[in-house]
């Protein structure tokens, strides 16, 4: 029978922790890993969607339809940021993204209140994201049906029909699909996690494998190392994005309304963020195992933070201010609104802008941060 020996498992055991404790990096992953989780798990992780940005058409002037819009924001799931002059305008105000919903108060609404006929209002709902719409028509419909019993209780007990009638239009995907919201964020997240590990290895690689001594010899710029190092991968994500959207359009049967030229466009703009963003964590990382290491402490975040699996919606006020730090909640903007929307390239400048500055800040990050030297 095989004796252990205690010292030597004991010394083993010393030499693990003093190598653990000079890898900083590694200890900060183990120390912040698990609290960021937690934390993001606790504030992000929530369907309960409150404050919900809303448009509101008027075209009555009586205080009959005042009444109702303060019910409205009194039920604290409606916020009215935006006032529209005519439909186009609301139909912009949904289009961007600027609002979930919109509410269209008819001109003769508050005298069909007072002859005590019934008076109809329109919700016209953002049905992109489901779980949002769900939301959005049952809130709605509560506020209505309390309203309707206030005034039939003004009534002092004479007969009256139902005072208000919500009628209901659900845009972009009226069945409320799951599936129509779902398989577009997937083409976002898996481009994200696919480009981000792939590249969080490249410069890494090089120095374990030693051919890094070679690159730093030759006249070649960092810039055009950086530049070098995200084109192959480039290609590699486009050729991901054209099977994924294949895969979406003839598979689960997901139809695109816009245009699928502008949307693998937006695709390019995004790899370069997202390829970016991997080879920082390649510069900064001093092993491979570091570099995935880093490369989940930053994708857990995107895909619990942009959007894809929770309404940002229903995020708190300074979580929803740091998912704003993720070109993946950009992006899937983009997807759902071609895909879904049929959004076309005015109603997507601030995305566009917006990845483009991530693109660019991050390959210049990359390359202030990595040395043409062997440390």
């Known amino acids: 029978?095989?004796?252990?020996?205690?010292?030597?498992?004991?010394?083993?055991?010393?030499?693990?922790?003093?190598?653990?404790?000079?890898?900083?990096?590694?200890?900060?992953?183990?120390?912040?890993?698990p609290v960021m989780e937690l934390l993001l798990f606790g504030y992000a992780t929530s369907t309960s969607v409150d404050h919900i940005p809303t448009v509101v058409l008027n075209n009555d002037i009586g205080i009959e339809s005042r009444v109702l819009l303060d019910n409205f924001t009194n039920s604290q799931y409606f916020d009215i940021d935006y006032n529209a002059n005519n439909l186009q305008d609301v139909q912009d105000y949904i289009d961007q993204g600027h609002a979930k919903v919109g509410v269209i108060i008819p001109p003769d609404y508050s005298d069909t209140i007072r002859r005590g006929q019934t008076a109809q209002i329109q919700l016209v709902i953002d049905g992109s994201d489901p779980t949002t719409a769900q939301t959005i028509l049952s809130s709605a419909g509560a506020v209505v049906q309390s309203l309707s019993v206030k005034i039939i209780s003004q009534t002092m007990g004479i007969e009256m029909p139902r005072p208000l009638d919500l009628r209901t239009r659900v845009?972009?995907?009226?069945?409320?699909?799951?599936?129509?919201?779902?398989?577009?964020?997937?083409?976002?997240?898996?481009?994200?996690?696919v480009t981000l590990m792939l590249t969080s290895f490249s410069i890494v690689r090089e120095r374990e494998r030693g051919t890094l001594e070679q690159l730093i010899v030759t006249p070649i710029t960092k810039m055009e190392l950086m530049i070098g190092?995200?084109?192959?991968?480039?290609?590699?994500?486009?050729?991901?994005?054209?099977?994924?959207?294949?895969?979406?359009?003839f598979w689960f049967r997901v139809p695109v309304a816009g245009s699928i030229t502008l949307l693998l466009?937006?695709?390019?703009?995004?790899?370069?963020?997202?390829?970016?963003?991997?080879?920082?964590?390649?510069?900064?990382?001093?092993?491979?195992l570091q570099a995935m290491q880093l490369?989940?402490?930053?994708?857990?975040?995107n895909i619990l933070l942009s959007g894809y699996m929770f309404p940002r919606e229903a995020m708190s006020a300074p979580i929803y201010a740091i998912s704003n730090f993720f070109p993946l909640t950009f992006f899937l903007n983009v997807l759902r609104g071609i895909i879904l929307k049929g959004n076309?390239?005015?109603?997507?400048?601030?995305?566009?802008?917006?990845?483009?500055?991530?693109?660019i800040g991050f390959l210049v990050l990359s390359t202030m941060k990595f040395k043409k030297k062997i440390e």
């Open 229 to 249: 190092k995200i084109i192959p991968y480039i290609i590699l994500g486009f050729v991901d994005i054209v099977l994924a959207l294949g895969l979406s359009i």
């Open 265 to 288: 466009m937006f695709s390019v703009i995004f790899l370069f963020s997202a390829l970016g963003m991997g080879l920082l964590i390649s510069t900064v990382s001093k092993s491979q």
């Open 344 to 359: 076309n390239f005015g109603d997507l400048i601030f995305e566009f802008f917006v990845l483009v500055a991530f693109g």
């Open 1 to 33: 029978m095989m004796k252990l020996n205690f010292r030597r498992i004991l010394a083993i055991i010393k030499k693990e922790f003093s190598q653990i404790k000079r890898d900083k990096r590694t200890i900060a992953i183990i120390i912040l890993m």
């Open 295 to 301: 490369s989940m402490f930053m994708i857990m975040p």
């Open 171 to 193: 845009w972009y995907n009226p069945d409320m699909s799951s599936v129509y919201f779902n398989v577009p964020g997937l083409i976002g997240v898996i481009l994200q996690t």
